[in-house]
Structure formats: structure tokens, C-alpha cells
């Protein structure tokens, strides 16, 4: 009997193995997430090319946060000893209305969106790992709870930070 629970079972994983890999194939990999040949990044100051100031100082300190937390890049100070460099511009930033009160019509929730366009050059060959990519985030806020578009534009550039950041890796096959 146990000869036969046996045989049965190394037929089972004969027949049914391969079939499960060709199946898994496609979905799982055990490649790196990240360009092997970059080790650190220079994070430019991002440039704002709207009529709202502040967003670009957030985004860029943020973005050096994620970079800092998520990759396994190191952001260093001096663009001469960096791999790579990243750039940006802030390129759009809007407000909208997503509900209102109904009898005075006044906003009772209101969005922030950002939209940026980011580079990455790769410092050693010259060539671009990015080139012009727009990211797009956005954040909801309510006066009534006490929060400003101050406070819906730093969620937004957190956003549009953690976006960049997945960018960053590299594509999948």
C-alpha cells in the first residue's frame, strides 16, 4: 500500500510540476528591482513652473526621503562623485471642488492635484533612464476639519515622492 501512495504521489509531481511552473512562468521573478548600475543618486532641486510656490521644496526634500528609505540608492550631496542624477519640474497644479454643501454651495471637500515631469541620467554613460516622465498625484482636504490646501499640497508632493520612487525600478518582463 505504501509502495502505491508513493508511485501515486511521484506521478502526481511528474505530471502536474512542470505544468505549475509553465503557469508561474510569467508571474514571479527573482531579478533585482532596481538598475544594478547606479549606487548613488544627486536629486536636483526641482524646478516650479506654476503660478504656486512652494510645492518644488517639499517634493525635492521628500523625494531624498523616499530615495533614502525605499532604495537601495544613497543620495549624496555633490553631483561630481553621484552615478546618476535625478531633475524635475513641477508642471501643473490644480485645485478642484469634490462636494458641496447644498444649501450654501460652499466647498466641503475640496482636491489638490500635482503633476511633475522627471529625468534620470545616468552620470557614467551619459545615456537617460528616464526622460521626461509625468507623475501624478493628488490629495483631498476639508476646511472643516481644519485642513488647508497647505496640508493637501504636502500629502501631494508625498504622493508624487513615493511615485517617483517606484520609477525608479525597473521595468518588468
Avoid at 536629486?43 to 531624498?64: K, P, Q
Avoid at 466641503?108 to 503633476?115: F, I
Wanted: charged residues 25%.
Amino acid at each position: 500500500m505504501k509502495k502505491v501512495n508513493i508511485l501515486l504521489l511521484l506521478l502526481v509531481c511528474v505530471g502536474v510540476m512542470p505544468v505549475f511552473f509553465v503557469g508561474c512562468k510569467g508571474g514571479y521573478s527573482d531579478e533585482w528591482l532596481y538598475n544594478e548600475h547606479v549606487a548613488t543618486v544627486y536629486v536636483e532641486m526641482f524646478d516650479n513652473r506654476t503660478f504656486r510656490r512652494g510645492l518644488e521644496y517639499t517634493l525635492t526634500d521628500a523625494l531624498v526621503k523616499q530615495i533614502e528609505a525605499q532604495t537601495p540608492y544613497k543620495v549624496v550631496s555633490d553631483r561630481s562623485i553621484a552615478d546618476s542624477v535625478l531633475s524635475g519640474t513641477v508642471v501643473d497644479i490644480s485645485e478642484s471642488v469634490l462636494s458641496g454643501e447644498r444649501e450654501t454651495g460652499l466647498p466641503l471637500e475640496k482636491l489638490a492635484q500635482a503633476t511633475a515631469q522627471v529625468s534620470w541620467k545616468n552620470l557614467r554613460s551619459g545615456e537617460y533612464i528616464v526622460t521626461d516622465m509625468q507623475v501624478k498625484a493628488s490629495a483631498s482636504y476639508s476646511e472643516f476639519q481644519d485642513q488647508k490646501l497647505e496640508y493637501a499640497n504636502d500629502v501631494t508632493a508625498n504622493k508624487l515622492a513615493e511615485r517617483i520612487v517606484e520609477m525608479m525600478q525597473l521595468d518588468w518582463e
